[in-house]
């Protein structure tokens, strides 16, 4: 669907994007991962034309970004920027209703859809709607910049750093919500962010740039593997536990194995905070409990390691 081909952006004489090659499928989220500077921001920018490339060539759905019209490109892409953006003297509901209201929807229908996306992104509507970008929470008002970039129902979503002024539990939660309402609306996500666990959770692919240069691209089992002496580096050895993240307690508990064993995980938490509960714990089989709080099943650290080497065998067999 998006499609970017030797794509190079320079300010001045300073290489910004270097030769970005890279596709990104319908439905998938991509990550742009890189530490500050190299050029992510500017290659997401350049995908809904608030910059412009200065050598190659963006394609959407197999045409140039060039010659779309600016506004129809705008309708199609939907922008999540970590300020959030908010107009600081609108509302919750006119923030919301802004883009609809260019395309000149109903007011009934514009009110509806507010109501409808205040609650898909985990508020409450009637609390939430008249209220101002200042009386909200960092987390709170990066959920209505979501609901905002949702409301024309675009097929693209560009994020950049959303959840990057956000605590770290707010962010953890932040992330969750999104990946869920990711599996129903399937839109094609690109998300850039510097958190390699960040990364390594949410991307379907992740492009790892240094430099302004694309130095790897695939699934983040794939990318986790790479020979790729700078994202060896960068990624750290920890990045294999990292991927754990992606894998929730409710996915790979034991149903069947009730057993109480004093060490308890929530169905929601990932793989690797279980890992990191059995370590601390000092115990090899967690009791997974239910949101309310009656115990589910059970996870043991053999069905990690499983995760984690069946895992790495996939990759394997993939290169070979
Ligand atoms: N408008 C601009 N004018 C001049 N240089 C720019 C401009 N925008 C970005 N740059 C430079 O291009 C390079 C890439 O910037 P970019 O914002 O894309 O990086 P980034 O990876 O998104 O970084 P961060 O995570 O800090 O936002 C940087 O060296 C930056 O200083």
């Known amino acids: 669907m998006i499609r970017l081909d030797n794509v190079v952006k320079t300010f001045d004489e300073k290489v910004a994007v270097d030769h970005m090659t890279i596709s990104i499928q319908t439905g998938e989220l991509c990550v742009l991962l890189g530490q500050s500077g190299c050029g992510k921001s500017t290659t997401l920018r350049m995908i809904n034309r608030l910059i412009d490339p200065t050598q190659g060539k963006i394609e959407i759905d197999g045409q140039d970004v060039m010659d779309y019209k600016l506004e129809e490109l705008r309708r199609k892409i939907g922008y999540v920027v970590q300020s959030t953006g908010l107009f600081p003297h609108m509302n919750v509901r006119e923030n919301i209703s802004i883009v609809p209201r260019l395309l000149k929807k109903k007011e009934d229908w514009i009110l509806d859809r507010v109501i409808h996306l205040i609650d898909m992104v985990g508020l409450s509507p009637e609390q939430y709607i008249n209220k101002y970008p200042d009386e909200l929470s960092g987390g709170e ?156 099943g059970s996870i043991d650290f053999s069905t990690i390691s499983q995760v984690m080497e069946r895992r790495n065998n996939e990759q394997n067999s993939h290169g070979s």
């Open 141 to 296: 008002a990066q959920r209505i910049g979501v609901a905002r970039a949702l409301a024309a129902d675009p097929n693209i979503i560009l994020m950049d750093e959303p959840f990057g002024a956000v605590d770290p539990i707010n962010r953890k939660n932040l992330q969750d919500e999104f990946l869920k309402l990711q599996r129903e609306l399937k839109k094609t996500v690109v998300f850039v962010t510097h958190d390699i666990e960040e990364a390594l959770k949410m991307g379907d692919k992740i492009a790892i740039m240094s430099k302004g240069k694309l130095e790897a691209f695939g699934a983040p089992e794939e990318v986790v593997l790479s020979d790729n002496p700078f994202v060896q580096t960068f990624l750290g050895q920890e990045a294999t536990l990292k991927v754990l993240t992606r894998y929730t307690a409710a996915a790979y508990m034991t149903q069947a194995d009730r057993t109480d064993y004093h060490a308890y995980a929530s169905h929601s938490d990932d793989l690797k905070d279980i890992l990191g509960l059995m370590l601390k714990e000092n115990v090899t089989t967690v009791s997974v409990v239910d949101e309310t709080g009656a115990i589910a």
